[in-house]
């Protein structure tokens, strides 16, 4: 017989899951599940690629299909061309909707709240543990999305490692608010696991400009979780508008600097901490960012330093898994992040992390939003580029302050100036986007 978890951890039939202020009533744990029972009589075979916006929505088919046995897709992006390398590569798939989506090869599956009914469950339907829960891809920042399949175990214990070091500072019923798209694995665990494992309720939006974000937390009861990115903290930082008091807040995606943390606790009224994790492994590590550069791993987590690589293990994933980045173990257990592999550069003889030199050039005065790159193949003769928005700002004055934080060797040229960079929803600027605004 298979070994099982359950969808919900402490089931509480009248405890509310969904928050849908101020369109729709709130959802408990147990009208969740009806409709979900009722969502899944209605799917077709095959395997869905959701692609729902609104979050209810989404954790409305994504539970659906884990009732009827079917494994969810997770795409990177709702870009059609993303969506249909996903399709063509996962014959059978179809796309589960909650509005217009352009034809990607699938037949498409609208999804919505059926009507309210039914006798409250007596517990939570069990999930075998070894059912694959999702795919979820890479987000081709780097190259092409790469498939990683996800058992309901390695689902579930990770968003209890989570809940662990979160929720046990806040009181109970935590509201959680998230600026990120649910098919990214960093809010999958913390938008929506963590309201099925971890006992909290997770609001239907995806909250993008400052006064959206101040709506949905007014709309949910303290205590408040927002789970956002650092370009979204960046905008809630410089934007003036005054937020529902925060518990706290949860940044990922992306490296959070000290000076963008410290705006961001002044401006929200709360620590922020940040997530290391990768789509491969999903979170391990936390830190609040304030207190220091080192992180502290999940209990358990076990790394090894192996040619070149960080190897990690744990008795939550199905298997080791190598990590794309360069770490750095202490004697404490706590470890420092040197930077991704594919984020060093070697040049004249010289090394450095393209995070750190795009650090230096957001830390230029009149700087809003910028990337260091490297455009073409690592030589000893190459050269890095830079897209940087900053509107007051001549390119020549932009450079002469890079030059006094910089090596020559990496000073960025050509350093071209653009109105906006292309970042995704998760805040990543796909390299192909790059190269194409830089050769435009």
């Known amino acids: ?41 209605c799917l077709p075979e095959g395997q869905p690629v959701n692609l729902c916006e609104d979050r209810g929505l989404f954790l409305l088919g ?56 039914g006798a409250a469950e007596a517990r939570a339907p069990e999930i075998p543990q070894d059912h694959a829960a999702a795919i979820v891809f890479t987000s ?40 990120v798209p649910p098919q990214h694995m960093y809010s999958l665990e913390t938008s929506i696991l963590l309201a099925l494992a971890g006992g909290c309720s997770t609001h239907a939006s995806r909250p993008l400009l400052p006064e959206d974000v101040r709506a949905a937390l007014a709309a949910v009861p303290a205590p408040r979780l927002l789970v956002t990115t650092p370009v979204h903290l960046r905008a809630l930082a410089a934007s003036g508008v005054r937020f529902s008091p925060l518990q706290l807040v949860i940044s990922a995606t992306a490296p959070l600097s000290a000076e963008l943390a410290r705006a961001a606790e002044d401006a929200l009224g709360a620590p922020v901490h940040e997530i290391y994790g990768c789509t491969e492994a999903g979170s391990m590590c936390t830190r609040r960012t304030l207190d220091g550069p080192r992180w502290r791993p999940y209990p358990e987590l076990r790394m090894a330093h192996r040619d070149g690589m960080t190897h990690v293990a744990g008795p939550h994933l199905d298997a080791p898994v190598a ?12 470890i420092t992040l040197l930077g991704r592999t594919a984020d060093m550069v070697k040049i004249a003889g010289k090394r450095a992390s393209l995070t750190e030199l795009t650090g ?43 030059a006094r934080q910089m090596d020559p060797v990496f000073l ?29």
């Open 1 to 41: 017989m298979r070994a099982t978890l359950p969808l919900l951890r402490n089931y509480t039939p009248a405890a509310v899951l969904l928050r849908r202020a101020p369109v729709l009533p709130d959802l408990s744990q147990d009208a969740l599940l009806h409709a979900a029972r009722e969502a899944a009589r």
């Open 62 to 117: 994504f539970v659906a299909a884990l009732l009827r046995g079917q494994t969810t897709l997770l795409p990177p992006g709702r870009a059609p061309g993303v969506v249909a390398d996903i399709v063509r590569a996962h014959p059978g798939s179809y796309l589960l909707c909650d509005g217009d989506f352009p034809d990607a090869g699938a037949p498409r599956h609208q999804i919505g709240w059926p009507a309210a009914g």
């Open 140 to 179: 081709g920042s780097t190259g092409g999305p790469q498939p990683h399949v996800k058992s309901w175990r390695s689902l579930y214990l990770t968003a209890g490692l989570c809940a662990e070091r979160f929720l046990g500072r806040l009181d109970s019923g935590v509201s959680i608010v998230a600026t």
């Open 323 to 334: 990590t794309p980045d360069v770490i750095e173990s202490h004697a404490d257990g706590t």
């Open 360 to 402: 230096k050039l957001l830390g230029v005065p009149g700087v809003q939003d910028g990337v260091v790159f490297l455009p073409g193949e690592e030589t000893p003769r190459a050269r890095l580029a830079a897209l940087v928005v900053a509107p007051g700002l001549a390119e020549a004055a932009i450079l002469d302050a890079l």
């Open 412 to 440: 960025p040229r050509p350093l071209k100036k653009v109105d906006r960079l292309p970042r995704n929803a998760l805040g990543k600027l796909p390299r192909e986007q790059l190269l194409a605004l830089l050769r435009a």
